[in-house]
C-alpha cells in the first residue's frame, strides 16, 4: 500500500513572513482576495497587520468576519454567499484554526457547489475539485491548519462537531509569521501549544503513522516541549519555535490521522464550547495511559523528545510512566487545568463517549476502543 504525504505548495517561515503576501498574490495574478478574521482579532489590529500589506501593495479585498471560535454551519453559509456576491478570486485566512476552517470550507463549496449543504463535507467528502487558492496566516501556534487537509465544522442544532477530510483543501500558501502570535494572551498561548503537542504525540503513536510522519513528529514533540513554557512567557524565541514546532506537528499529523484524544475533545467543544487545546491537554495524559500497551516503544522516544534524561536504561514501564509525567508537568506549567469536573456534566457523559466513538479520529487510535471505554475515560477525569 502507497502512503500518501500532502503539504502546501509554499511556505515562508519568520518573523516578517507576511510580507511575502504581495509576493504570491501578485506571482500568481490574483485580482482580489476574500479575508476570512475572526471578529476578536478584528478588534484587536492583529487582523488590521495583513490588511496594511495588501493595501501597502495595492491589492483589493473584502473582509469577513462571522466566524465564531467553534466555527458553525452558518458562518459558513453566510460566507458562501458573501464569497459569491464579492468578486473575490482567492482567500486570505488569518487566525486560529476558527477562520481557516471556514476559510477551507467556503473554497471547497464555491468550487464544489453540488456539496452546498456543509453537512455533506463530513468525513472524506469525494470532492472532485480544489478549493479556491488559500492563503493561511496563523495568529496561534497550535491547530496547524495553515499545513493539514482537515477542518473541523459545528452542527450547532445538533451539538456535535462535523470533522473533514479533504486534500483538496490544503492552503496553497502558509506564511507563518511568529509576529502575528506575539499578541496571543498567555492562556491561549498555553492552549494551543499543548494542542499542538497533542498533534504530534497522537500522530506518533496512531495506527496510520509510518517513518516520514515519525520524523517529522519527534522533532514536533522536542520543539514543543523546549519552547511551549518560553511562548507563555512571551519571549521571541519561544515564539518562533513554538511557530514552526506546531507547523512540523501539523505536517505529519494532516496525513496520518489522530487518536481518541482529539474524539473526546470535540464533543466537548461542541457541547460546552471548551477551548479545543484546553480539552486536548487535559485528556492527552489520561489517553496516553490508556494506549501505552499498544504503542511499543515509542513512549521511550516520545519521553527522550520531552527532555527525559537515562530512557536507555529505563524498564518499558519506567519509560512510558517518564513520558507521560512530562506531558503532564509541562501542562502543569503552562496553567492548564488538571481534570474537566469544572467543564463535563455527568448525566451528558453518554451522549459524549458516543460522540467520541462516531468522531472520524477514533479510527486512527492505536489502541482497539469501545463507547463504554470512552465513558470510562470520561468518568476518570471528573
Known amino acids: 500500500m502507497a ?79 458573501a464569497y459569491k456576491k464579492s468578486g473575490a478570486d482567492y482567500l486570505v485566512a488569518i ?13 471547497i463549496i464555491i468550487n464544489n457547489p453540488d456539496f452546498a449543504d456543509v453537512r455533506s463535507l463530513e468525513g472524506v467528502a469525494p470532492t472532485r475539485n480544489k478549493s479556491v487558492p488559500i492563503f493561511a496566516v496563523p495568529t496561534t501556534a497550535g491547530t496547524a491548519a495553515e499545513v493539514t ?102 505536517m505529519g499529523f494532516s496525513n496520518v490521522g489522530l487518536g481518541i484524544v482529539h474524539s473526546m475533545a470535540h464533543p466537548l467543544g461542541a457541547l460546552y464550547d471548551t477551548p479545543h487545546g484546553v480539552a486536548n491537554a487535559i485528556i492527552l495524559p489520561t489517553v496516553m495511559e490508556y494506549n501505552a500497551e499498544a504503542t511499543g516503544d515509542k513512549y521511550k522516544y516520545i519521553a527522550q523528545a520531552m527532555g527525559v534524561a537515562g530512557t536507555e536504561s529505563m524498564t518499558q514501564e519506567e519509560y512510558r510512566k517518564a513520558a507521560i509525567d512530562a506531558v503532564k508537568k509541562l501542562s502543569e506549567d503552562v496553567g492548564i487545568p488538571r481534570d474537566l469536573k469544572e467543564i463535563v456534566k455527568e448525566e451528558d457523559i453518554p451522549f459524549l463517549a458516543q460522540s467520541a466513538y462516531d468522531d472520524a479520529c477514533r479510527p486512527g487510535n492505536p489502541r482497539e476502543t469501545s463507547v463504554e471505554d470512552i465513558t470510562e475515560l470520561y468518568k476518570s477525569l471528573l
Open 95 to 107: 487566525g486560529g484554526g476558527s477562520s481557516m476552517d471556514t476559510a477551507k470550507a467556503i473554497g
Open 3 to 81: 502512503n500518501r504525504f500532502v503539504l502546501n505548495e509554499t511556505s515562508y517561515h519568520g518573523a516578517g513572513a507576511i510580507k511575502e503576501i504581495e509576493t504570491e498574490a501578485k506571482g500568481r495574478g490574483f485580482q482580489k482576495a476574500f479575508v476570512c478574521s475572526d471578529p476578536d482579532l478584528v478588534k484587536f489590529g492583529v487582523t488590521k497587520k495583513v490588511l496594511d500589506v495588501l493595501d501597502g501593495a495595492g491589492l483589493p479585498y473584502e473582509l469577513y468576519s462571522n466566524i465564531k471560535p467553534n466555527p458553525t454551519i452558518e458562518n459558513v453559509q453566510t460566507g458562501v454567499e
Open 149 to 250: 487537509i482537515n477542518y473541523v465544522i459545528t452542527d450547532a442544532e445538533k451539538s456535535r462537531k462535523m470533522v473533514c477530510v479533504d486534500p483538496k483543501d490544503i492552503p496553497v500558501v502558509a506564511f507563518v509569521d511568529s509576529e502575528m502570535m506575539a499578541s496571543m494572551p498567555r492562556g491561549l498561548t498555553a492552549a494551543t501549544g499543548m494542542d499542538a503537542l497533542t498533534h504530534a504525540i497522537e500522530g506518533y503513536i496512531t495506527a496510520g503513522a509510518w517513518e516520514l510522519s515519525d520524523m517529522f513528529h519527534l522533532k514536533a514533540i522536542e520543539i514543543i516541549a523546549r519552547s511551549l513554557r518560553g511562548a507563555v512567557d512571551n519571549t521571541p524565541e519561544g515564539r518562533e519555535d513554538m511557530a514552526l514546532g506546531q507547523y512540523v506537528a501539523g
